[in-house]
């Protein structure tokens, strides 16, 4: 099975502070996505990537930067956190016509 | 433009009872839909998936949903509901340039 790993569960970040949220994937997908998880809003699209060095913007982008140096890696970067970026943070990758395969999440605190 | 929208915000029905989750969608073409869910602090999980082919769509843990073109609806259905399928359900639709779009969630409560 598709494995996506983030490598924070949960975190408290003070703002202003340059917070890099970690994702890995083990199956060589091309694709892979950074969504934000806020009640009665669903999941909305931040950035994505469907190769390395390569981004696009999603619906969310502002205050997001991303980088994919590596295939199996895409990081999602708060330049300057704020208090309005607290969220729960999945990111996902996909490959072919199959479903997105996602992390367990990143719940982050801004204060 | 590609939306989805889940119109109950929660989901109630007694153990052993069948139970629906509604999903209604907009998009031009042909639909790719596809049916989540989230247990308390996960991930997403993928249930199920509408590509093409036979309208009702079986997937993980005995649900099912029936696509219907002329309502642009993908509902997802159980015949009969445990306790443990008590969590949040997304529906969504692949959007363009292969993005998944989202429904805001149903949260199903299923009651001993």
């Known amino acids: 099975d598709v494995k996506v790993t983030q490598s924070s569960r949960y975190l408290v970040k003070r703002t202003g502070e340059k917070v890099f949220l970690e994702c890995v994937q083990d199956?060589?997908?091309?694709?892979m996505f950074w969504y934000r998880q806020d009640p009665g809003l669903g999941l909305r699209l931040i950035y994505f990537?469907?190769?390395?060095?390569?981004?696009e913007k999603g619906d969310i982008p502002e205050g997001y930067s991303v980088s994919r140096e590596k295939k199996e890696r895409f990081s999602l970067i708060l330049e300057s956190a704020s208090t309005n970026q607290t969220s729960m943070y999945l990111c996902?990758?996909?490959?072919?016509?199959?479903?997105?395969?996602f992390g367990s999440g990143t719940r982050l605190t801004v204060v | 433009a590609q939306s989805v929208a889940q119109p109950e915000d929660q989901v109630n029905v007694a153990e052993g009872n069948p139970l629906t989750v509604k999903c209604t969608y907009s998009?031009?073409?042909?639909?790719?839909l596809f049916w989540y869910v989230q247990y308390p602090n996960r991930g997403l999980q993928f249930l199920l998936k509408?590509?093409?082919?036979?309208?009702l769509v079986k997937g993980s843990y005995g649900f099912e949903a029936e696509f219907n073109k002329s309502q642009t609806s993908f509902h997802l259905k159980k015949p009969s509901a445990l306790v443990s399928d008590s969590a949040l359900y997304f529906c969504?639709?692949?959007?363009?340039?292969?993005?998944?779009?989202f429904g805001t969630g149903t949260r199903l409560q299923v009651f001993p």
């Open positions: 996902a990758s996909r490959a072919g016509d199959s479903g997105y395969t």
């Open positions: 199956m060589d997908h091309e694709n």
């Open positions: 990537s469907y190769d390395v060095k390569m981004k």
């Open positions: 998009v031009s073409g042909n639909p790719y």
């Open positions: 509408y590509i093409t082919g036979d309208n």
């Open positions: 969504a639709v692949r959007g363009p340039t292969d993005k998944l779009i």
